[in-house]
């Protein structure tokens, strides 16, 4: 039993280093609190990981992963435009001050976004596979521990970048992740023949139109509005032109 979690938390690990899993878990680590980010993949990885032990070991059956994936792009795009809103709208008002932080809808929003994520993922078909062969207890513990030491990672690098920037720069940023997230996930399933290098390249269009557009927003936004006195800046100022027929009354 050992020996299986401590194979399992292995693969798990490596197999997680630099996957997709990390970056969404550092996006999330800069949009909410750490606490509530962990927690929630904590409980989306027990019960992926859980069904899919289950898969493997007991059914040997294959999940409708297509529908799953597009699922997952929906939500992914979704959550990319929502958070470049609520910080667009922000950033309008030129405020410093962030939106309130709550619990309870960002725990279910990364909640949701890892279960759809991780069914039909790379990562849940290593696990079914390794509990064809060894102890589904163990391999669902160590593949659960693994991935979520591996997604804690980059929860710590999310936190050491949101100290360093404006809370509205790192809600822009995480919104055109998940745009990419989404093309990506939406490439990828409904184009399965397309290699990562070029789908990689064709899903980076959506943030980079994006952020161009916010960029140009942001220009027009800056650009200095002709104020009232430009328009008299030629002729004589009223001002003072009443000042001196104040002074001269008898003229």
């Not at 060894?134 to 693994?146: D, H, K, Y």
């Not at 070029?198 to 220009?219: E, K, N």
């Not at 509005?225 to 003072?240: E, L, M």
């Amino acid at each position: 039993m050992i020996a299986t979690i401590l194979l399992s938390v292995g693969i798990v690990f490596l197999a997680e280093l630099g996957d997709k899993s990390q970056l969404m878990a550092l996006t999330f680590a800069l949009r909410y609190r750490w606490w509530v980010v962990l927690g929630a993949i904590a409980t989306a990885t027990t019960a992926v990981h859980l069904i899919s032990v289950g898969v493997g070991f007991f059914l040997g059956a294959a999940l409708p992963t297509r529908a799953i994936s597009l699922v997952a792009a929906i939500t992914f795009l979704v959550v990319g435009l929502w958070t470049l809103r609520e910080h667009l709208g922000a950033a309008a008002d030129d405020t410093d001050t962030a939106p309130p932080r709550s619990t309870t809808a960002p725990y279910f929003v990364v909640l949701s976004a890892f279960l759809l994520a991780e069914l039909g993922d790379r990562t849940m078909f290593a696990t079914a596979a390794l509990a064809t062969d060894n102890s589904w207890f163990g391999v669902w513990i160590g593949s659960t521990i693994g991935m979520v030491a591996a997604d804690a990672l980059a929860i710590g690098a999310g936190i050491l970048v949101g100290k360093h920037l404006p809370e509205h720069v790192i809600g822009i940023c995480s919104g055109l992740l998940f745009l990419y997230f989404g093309t990506a996930t939406l490439l990828a399933a409904a184009m399965p023949g397309m290699g990562v290098v070029l789908g990689a390249a064709i899903a980076a269009l959506a943030p980079a139109c994006a952020g161009a557009v916010l960029f140009m927003r942001a220009r027009r936004r800056g650009a200095p509005s002709p104020s009232r006195t430009d328009h008299h800046c030629d002729g004589p100022d009223p001002v003072a032109a009443r000042a001196t027929h104040e002074v001269h009354p008898d003229r």
